[in-house]
């Protein structure tokens, strides 16, 4: 559930008006609710009541800062997979006791930082990370304590750029090696046991993956524990899908937390540890939205396109994984739907977000909105054809504040310069 929604037929975010904000932001332009985030946040915790997870959000879907402030608000920890995520966590004032660092090429540079702040666990993806984070956390005199990703070798389902729990993916360490890399890791100074990770893949729409793996590490840890490790947390990642609309999936909308967290009592609570879920998507995804104008209607040779001011730059997820986004009018005039093909101004055919998608009548100068839109939309956003970055502006009730602004092509100019040659 969101809270984008009609008042005297004009989109709202939560109740401020998108036509005003774009009049006064510009377009394009992204706009989250903040009601919306903090109600996943809710939905989330609650479906696990008493087991108390610790929720790190995993910052990579969507890291502004003034949305990992509100995930702290709300008592979020973060799961971060770079230095400078780590710092935007720092910086946001989520608790270093609750920061899960994640990724399968942390440098020695990052562990040093992470370890300098204190973090609550490494989720390590390989040996040889392994014994780079022994020798970096025995170099301060520190013990960095870790988890092992496991790598399940489950199929998630779902488009293949984003499952990450197949043998042949480059995740974590296979499930048939845990045993002696545990063992190797119990005789490895700087290091402490102190849990089991896995993260099968994004946008998974079934209960079926997560309980295959789930199943498989639940075994495990009690493997570990009778091997004489012990197993304080689990981590059981991200990857819960959340409902784009698409009209083909109208039957298999992903599961509700609600039924998830059924499945994860059944398995794990039996174990007794320390629960640990790197939620994404789900928190953010349907609480943003991308705003673009319409530059031109041009009439093709066999359809109708509606050239929009935003582009692959800004959202690239139907350009990198076909993905699926709702496109509403921001203003609807009503009118008997008609087929549009909806792209932007970059020289590449793949700067399309919609083909053959039915609005009512659509003129040139107005507003569309590509729905469920705040995750993995801003962060994945270049600067390619020289288009500047998009503003990200927050709304809370009938207020909104410009929580990203866009640079001036000045400021984009900047870092560049005229080639000052040196010798290396
Ligand atoms: C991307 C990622 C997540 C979040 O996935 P969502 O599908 O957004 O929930 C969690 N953990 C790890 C390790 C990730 O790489």
């Not at 994860?264 to 349907?286: D, H, K, S, T």
């Not at 673009?292 to 730059?313: C, H, P, Q, T």
């Not at 986004?325 to 970059?346: K, L, N, S, T």
């Amino acid at each position: 559930m969101h809270h984008f929604a009609r008042r005297d037929g004009v989109l709202h975010a939560e109740a401020v008006d998108l036509e005003r904000l774009a009049a006064l932001v510009g377009t394009p332009f992204y706009c989250y609710s903040a009601a919306t985030l903090r109600r996943h946040v809710g939905v989330f915790r609650a479906a696990f009541g008493d087991l108390d997870p610790l929720v790190a959000y995993s910052v990579k879907a969507n890291s502004n800062l003034a949305v990992l402030s509100l995930m702290r608000e709300e008592g979020a920890g973060a799961d971060v997979v770079s230095g400078g995520e780590l710092r935007r966590a720092l910086e946001a004032g989520v608790p270093a006791g609750k920061i899960v660092f994640s990724g399968v090429g942390k440098t020695r540079e990052e562990m040093a930082a992470a370890l300098d702040a204190g973090i609550f666990q490494f989720n390590v993806e390989s040996e040889n990370e392994l014994s780079a984070l022994g020798e970096v956390a025995r170099a301060k005199g520190a013990i960095a304590p870790v988890a092992f990703r496991i790598n399940p070798d489950v199929s998630a389902g779902g488009h293949a750029k984003i499952s990450t729990g197949k043998a042949e993916d480059k995740f974590g360490v296979p499930w048939t090696r845990a045993r002696e890399i545990y063992a190797r890791a119990a005789e490895t100074d700087g290091v402490r046991i102190q849990g089991v990770d896995v993260h099968i893949g994004s946008q998974i729409a079934a209960l079926d993956p997560f309980e295959r793996a789930f199943n498989r590490v639940a075994e495990l840890v009690r493997t570990l524990r009778a091997d004489g490790h012990e197993i304080e947390t689990l981590d059981l990642g991200g990857g819960l899908g959340i409902p784009y609309g698409e009209p083909e999936n109208a039957a298999g909308d992903p599961p509700h937390p609600d039924d998830y967290a059924g499945l994860i009592r059944r398995i794990a609570a039996p174990l007794g540890v320390r629960l640990i879920f790197e939620p994404g998507r789900l928190i953010v995804g349907n609480a943003g939205v991308l705003v673009s104008r319409v530059l031109y209607v041009k009439e093709g040779e066999a359809k109708k396109f509606l050239i929009v001011d935003a582009a692959m730059n800004d959202l690239i997820r139907p350009a990198l994984y076909d993905a699926y986004h709702a496109v509403a009018p921001v203003r609807d005039c009503g009118g008997a739907p008609q087929p549009y093909d909806i792209v932007g101004p970059i020289c590449e055919t793949s700067d399309s977000f919609a083909r053959a998608r039915d609005l009512p009548p659509v003129n040139e100068g107005d507003l569309v909105a590509f729905m469920s839109a705040g995750a993995y939309g801003a962060v994945q956003a270049s600067q390619y054809n020289t288009r500047p970055l998009i503003p990200e502006v927050l709304a809370d009730k009938d207020r909104f504040a410009i929580i990203r602004r866009r640079p001036s092509i000045d400021e984009m100019l900047d870092c560049e310069r005229n080639p000052v040659w040196s010798k290396a």
